[in-house]
């Protein structure tokens, strides 16, 4: 079966750069959440996209923004990058109405130097 | 706001036998969700288990189940007849059912319960 696919799996930025992440959801999927997951830490909840627009927003930054696409993919967009920001960024999707969980994809490694 | 507490850091295990997680929350909604994840050395996140608050009875999943237990705000997952490849790390969630976020509502996560699975 189909899987959330992100990408890239690993990049590498240096401080004050600007990094684009991409989500592609599992097919029919509507639904996409961005979570951050730094180390030894739990996932924190940044923002969802349902039907293209902004659902629900957690603790992004201002430097980052998103957006999801009229093929439903979305773009983790995160500007002046900051070495706090390394982390595991993990893309999910769901389908609205299907009853609560969530698939993740892989997740992509953002390490700032 | 949600929290979702996992009082144990880590729990070690002999192959073949069976081991209680625990998790807490706090909330005063009625009707939510509930889930345990996995997240296992490769870093994926894993959908173990899902309990919808409303719902009696306790979500089970092949050796995963649950103890949901709505009046103490209880959700333990109980894993049986462990195996290697259950070691990982579990994570508890919440999600609300009355969503303030156009029904796309992220999931508040516990700090996890490191599980150690000794051969």
């Known amino acids: 079966a189909a899987g959330v696919i992100q990408s890239p799996r690993h990049l590498i930025k240096e401080k004050r750069e600007t990094a684009t992440l991409k989500c592609y959801p599992i097919p029919r999927h509507d639904t996409v959440y961005w979570y951050q997951q730094g180390p030894g830490q739990d996932p924190q909840f940044l923002i969802s996209?349902?039907?293209?627009?902004?659902?629900d927003k957690g603790s992004i930054p201002d430097r980052f923004s998103a957006q999801q696409f009229s093929d439903y993919h979305s773009e983790l967009n995160m500007s002046s990058l900051e070495l706090g920001d390394s982390a595991l960024y993990f893309c999910a999707s769901s389908r609205m109405g299907t009853g609560g969980g969530y698939t993740f994809g892989s997740g992509t490694r953002l390490t700032v130097v | 706001a949600q929290t979702v507490t996992q009082s144990q850091p880590e729990m070690s295990v002999q192959e073949a036998e069976t081991v209680t997680l625990s998790c807490t929350y706090d909330?005063?909604?009625?009707?939510?969700?509930l889930f345990w994840y996995k997240q296992p050395p490769s870093r994926q996140m894993i959908l173990v288990i899902r309990q919808e608050a409303y719902k009696q009875q306790n979500a089970t999943e092949n050796r995963f189940s649950v103890n949901f237990q709505k009046a103490a705000k209880s959700f333990s997952l109980k894993i049986s007849d462990s195996q290697l490849g259950d070691a990982a790390m579990y994570f508890c969630a919440y999600r609300t059912i009355l969503s303030s976020g156009g029904g796309a509502d992220g999931l508040t996560f516990g700090k996890g319960t490191h599980l150690i699975i000794q051969p």
């Open positions: 909330t005063s909604e009625s009707d939510y969700y």
């Open positions: 996209f349902y039907e293209k627009m902004q659902s």
